[in-house]
């Protein structure tokens, strides 16, 4: 194997992180840092050439290399120091820190995208722009070339297309540090255009529209994922889909990266050797299959720095020096970096230039050494570079997560088949659908096949016990792991050390396996009651025969309470139980329905508030009829009995009407009884406690109200008397909960207490010796 050429690898990566340390200064001190470092580079350079005379020598080259860094460092903190000073200029920042309102001309620079707020509210949209000039109230005009960053709720800003020039209204804001963006401008109205988007981004919005629409026959996931591994188009993935692909390190596929670049550029080039085109021809085919792929995906500057990454490995290729590759991968980071030193702070950049030098440095020597193992050639190359680009990428991710992922890496192995043929397939559906759209259905119905495999690879992945380790999180994370992998690759090049390092890594994995796994892993056996680590919310799952449950509550969002109802095999609900229309309740009842059939929705007598009851409307449109409960009414099925306690009349003017109107179910499972007390407040409990007979109240099992707030009657609880008491909470929460009082009242009843925020999933069972608790463990990244 060729050494690699690492004369550029030093004055890239010093660029780079010069650029990221200074986006977390001022402009004069990033000037400082870029200044001494050229001074340090000149008496360097100086001090070679006067002592050395001609340039020979180990000295003489690594001395050389350490100038080569240093002006790395000036290059890239002069570049961020001139952008940080145009940032963060008097005019401008005086009137983010009045935050004014006012009206500004824009130009928006990547695709809108939603970020997740409060259940039942519309989206907020992030939209970053480029300023051209702002007016404030008071009639000043600020004109500067530089980011903003806008979140706007209205309608009106989806499906805006980068390039497109724009006016907004809104009150600014100071942004949170460490980018290029100079102020955060909070929009409540809908935009202004004008004029029409550039001609490329038209062109691509056409093509993605076709897409769109030759996916829109196929099934919900296969659907929803092409338009993502073709053009990062993730709008119909279904949440479930997206979280799996995230615990099997698969999230790169739903993003335009530059491996999409890669399978594009590169089917060119091999049908280019198949019609035997030379070197050249080759080259320029590829330039403009890569052309046509950034007109497909939109030239935003995500997607340029993604063909950037993807291009040159196959551009070395084409032109047939692939020693040319590294260098290539070096300049470009440079460059880039100088052109946008923000692209220091994003992570993405730092995958797709991680990724794209594992494959150059790391998956060559481990294909050589599986072919002289004698595995074949094409399989040595599917194993060497998921594997290698896995490895490149690890400390990043760790960072990011906080995890190690155990299955990231067969995963990904599992899924290279079928990556190429679907982003191949799925290009050419969208570049035929304008003109032939049936053509570019069955196109589409071809490629969900490679699709399907993805996401049964995904599912199967993330249901894996233990396959996701905690990891520290943050820069010290990132690199320690990065510190261990660049350790074990030196090690491992020796056979004595091979061996030990994998005996050790067997070994520590067969000791790190929870006890869980052996034992039959999630659910456990005899569970009676399951409480959902969904955040700060509640959602409680009754067993009521294999693969069906009764679900009390959703939680706050789809995705937390769908993968809880997943992890316990639930593909149907024969009743869905609201206690009460907080958002924090009912926020999740389209995870509840995602895909699972559902019986019967039973909701309090109190529609309030109504935008919590619109949207559990909203969401069972079509699926069933919402029935309101009071107390007296009673359900059973299966092992499952249910009984309304409360409220024992409707309850107004008390310090939290819904609260205290919460439906307070008494249910009894498999003999165990367990009270539900949804967010009943002192008022509801003394009500319950003056009105229902003695004992009514008595249970094995107590999921305990509001999260434990303070707002607990101690008679309540005493009348009670539980044995395990569940505590649905978020972690971090600033309402208090759970109140230390409560539980250390609790405990001195002798409750076993079990907390979502600390615990995870808890399980209430019961076996031969009774009642017991297993808990699943906070997930690291989880709610």
């Known amino acids: 194997m060729d050494v690699p050429d690492l004369r550029l690898a030093g004055l890239a990566v010093a660029t780079w992180l010069a650029a990221l340390a200074a986006l977390h200064l001022t402009a004069p001190r990033a000037a400082l840092l870029a200044a001494t470092a050229a001074g340090l580079a000149a008496g360097a350079a100086g001090h070679l050439l006067g002592r050395f005379g001609r340039p020979t020598g180990a000295v003489r080259r690594h001395g050389w290399i350490a100038v080569a860094v240093l002006l790395g460092v000036v290059c890239g903190a002069s570049a961020t120091a001139a952008r940080l000073s145009v940032r963060d200029a008097a005019p401008l920042r005086a009137l983010v820190d009045e935050r004014v309102r006012v009206t500004a001309e824009l130009v928006v620079r990547d695709d809108p995208r939603p970020i997740r707020g409060a259940p039942g509210r519309p989206p907020t949209l992030l939209v970053p722009a480029e300023l051209v000039h702002l007016t404030g109230s008071e009639g000043q005009r600020v004109a500067a070339p530089v980011r903003v960053l806008l979140l706007a709720t209205d309608p009106g800003w989806r499906g805006r297309l980068p390039g497109q020039r724009l006016t907004a209204e809104g009150r600014l804001t100071a942004p949170r540090g460490g980018d290029l963006s100079a102020a955060v401008l909070i929009v409540a109205?809908?935009?202004?255009?004008?004029?029409?988007?550039?001609?490329?981004?038209?062109?691509?919005?056409?093509?993605?529209?076709?897409?769109?629409?030759?996916?829109?026959?196929?099934?919900?996931?296969?659907?929803?994922?092409?338009?993502?591994?073709?053009?990062?188009?993730?709008?119909?993935?279904?949440?479930?889909?997206?979280?799996?692909?995230?615990?099997?390190?698969?999230?790169?596929?739903?993003?335009?990266?530059?491996?999409?670049?890669?399978?594009?550029?590169?089917?060119?080039?091999?049908?280019?050797?198949?019609?035997?085109?030379?070197?050249?021809?080759?080259?320029?085919?590829?330039?403009?299959?890569?052309?046509?792929?950034?007109?497909?995906?939109?030239?935003?500057?995500?997607?340029?720095?993604?063909?950037?990454?993807?291009?040159?490995?196959?551009?070395?290729?084409?032109?047939?020096?692939?020693?040319?590759?590294?260098?290539?991968?070096?300049?470009?980071?440079?460059?880039?970096?100088?052109?946008?030193?923000?692209?220091?702070?994003?992570?993405?950049?730092?995958?797709?230039?991680?990724?794209?030098?594992?494959?150059?440095?790391?998956?060559?020597?481990?294909?050589?050494?599986?072919?002289?193992?004698?595995?074949?050639?094409?399989?040595?190359?599917?194993?060497?570079?998921?594997?290698?680009?896995?490895?490149?990428?690890?400390?990043?991710?760790?960072?990011?997560?906080?995890?190690?992922?155990?299955?990231?890496?067969?995963?990904?192995?599992?899924?290279?088949?079928?990556?190429?043929?679907?982003?191949?397939?799925?290009?050419?559906?969208?570049?035929?659908?304008?003109?032939?759209?049936?053509?570019?259905?069955?196109?589409?119905?071809?490629?969900?096949?490679?699709?399907?495999?993805?996401?049964?690879?995904?599912?199967?992945?993330?249901?894996m016990p233990a396959g996701t380790l905690p990891w520290p999180g943050g820069v010290a994370g990132a690199l320690l792991l990065a510190a261990l992998t660049v350790a074990l690759l030196l090690a491992t090049r020796r056979p004595v050390v091979r061996r030990l390092v994998a005996v050790c890594a067997v070994a520590a994995m067969l000791g790190a396996l929870p006890v869980r796994i052996l034992a039959g892993g999630w659910p456990p056996a005899g569970w009676v009651l399951v409480g959902c680590a969904v955040g700060q919310g509640?959602?409680?799952?009754?067993?009521?025969?294999?693969?069906?449950?009764?679900?009390?509550?959703?939680?706050?969002?789809?995705?937390?309470?769908?993968?809880?109802?997943?992890?316990?095999?639930?593909?149907?609900?024969?009743?869905?139980?609201?206690?009460?229309?907080?958002?924090?309740?009912?926020?999740?009842?389209?995870?509840?329905?995602?895909?699972?059939?559902?019986?019967?929705?039973?909701?309090?007598?109190?529609?309030?508030?109504?935008?919590?009851?619109?949207?559990?409307?909203?969401?069972?449109?079509?699926?069933?009829?919402?029935?309101?409960?009071?107390?007296?009414?009673?359900?059973?099925?299966?092992?499952?009995?249910?009984?309304?306690?409360?409220?024992?009349?409707?309850?107004?003017?008390?310090?939290?009407?819904?609260?205290?109107?919460?439906?307070?179910?008494?249910?009894?499972?498999?003999?165990?009884?367990?009270?539900?007390?949804?967010d009943a407040e002192t008022e509801e409990q003394r009500a319950m406690l003056d009105r229902l007979p003695p004992g009514a109240l008595r249970a094995e099992v107590l999921k305990v109200a509001h999260h434990g707030s303070a707002y607990q009657d101690p008679a309540f609880l005493d009348a009670v008397r539980p044995a395990v008491a569940v505590v649905p909470v978020g972690t971090g929460n600033d309402y208090g909960h759970p109140s230390p009082s409560i539980l250390a009242r609790l405990g001195r009843g002798g409750a076993r207490v079990l907390r979502t925020d600390t615990d995870g999933d808890v399980a209430v069972v019961t076996g031969r010796h009774g009642l017991a608790v297993v808990v699943r463990g906070q997930q690291p990244g989880g709610r």
Not at 387 to 411: D, F, H, K, N, R
Request: overall charge positive; hydrophobic content about 55%.
């Open 189 to 463: 109205g809908p935009p202004v255009p004008h004029g029409r988007p550039p001609w490329l981004q038209r062109a691509a919005g056409t093509l993605r529209a076709g897409l769109q629409r030759a996916c829109a026959p196929l099934p919900d996931e296969q659907g929803g994922l092409l338009p993502g591994l073709v053009v990062g188009d993730t709008s119909a993935l279904p949440a479930g889909v997206e979280e799996d692909f995230r615990a099997t390190g698969m999230t790169h596929l739903n993003a335009v990266s530059g491996s999409n670049v890669a399978i594009v550029v590169g089917a060119v080039l091999l049908l280019a050797r198949w019609a035997r085109a030379g070197p050249r021809a080759g080259a320029v085919l590829c330039g403009l299959a890569l052309v046509g792929f950034v007109v497909l995906v939109r030239p935003s500057p995500s997607v340029v720095r993604a063909a950037t990454m993807g291009a040159i490995g196959l551009a070395a290729l084409a032109a047939g020096r692939p020693r040319a590759a590294l260098p290539a991968l070096s300049a470009a980071v440079a460059v880039l970096v100088l052109l946008d030193p923000e692209l220091a702070g994003d992570a993405g950049f730092a995958l797709s230039v991680l990724a794209t030098a594992g494959l150059l440095l790391i998956a060559p020597g481990w294909r050589d050494v599986l072919r002289r193992r004698g595995v074949p050639a094409g399989l040595a190359e599917a194993l060497a570079v998921p594997a290698a680009a896995q490895l490149a990428c690890g400390p990043v991710v760790a960072g990011i997560s906080g995890t190690v992922s155990m299955v990231a890496v067969p995963a990904n192995l599992l899924a290279v088949p079928a990556i190429a043929p679907a982003t191949v397939l799925g290009v050419l559906a969208a570049a035929v659908s304008p003109c032939w759209p049936a053509a570019a259905e069955f196109v589409a119905w071809l490629a969900s096949w490679p699709a399907w495999w993805l996401v049964t690879v995904a599912r199967v992945g993330a249901r």
């Open 538 to 678: 509640d959602a409680l799952v009754l067993p009521v025969a294999a693969g069906r449950a009764v679900v009390v509550d959703a939680g706050p969002e789809p995705a937390a309470v769908d993968g809880c109802l997943r992890r316990l095999g639930v593909r149907e609900v024969p009743l869905l139980v609201v206690s009460h229309f907080h958002a924090d309740h009912v926020g999740g009842v389209a995870g509840v329905l995602r895909g699972r059939k559902l019986g019967g929705l039973v909701t309090p007598a109190l529609a309030e508030p109504a935008a919590g009851r619109d949207l559990v409307t909203a969401a069972s449109a079509g699926a069933v009829a919402p029935q309101a409960a009071s107390a007296g009414w009673s359900y059973r099925a299966g092992a499952v009995e249910l009984t309304v306690l409360g409220p024992p009349y409707p309850m107004r003017g008390t310090r939290s009407d819904p609260n205290n109107n919460s439906l307070v179910l008494r249910a009894t499972v498999g003999g165990v009884r367990v009270l539900l007390a949804g």
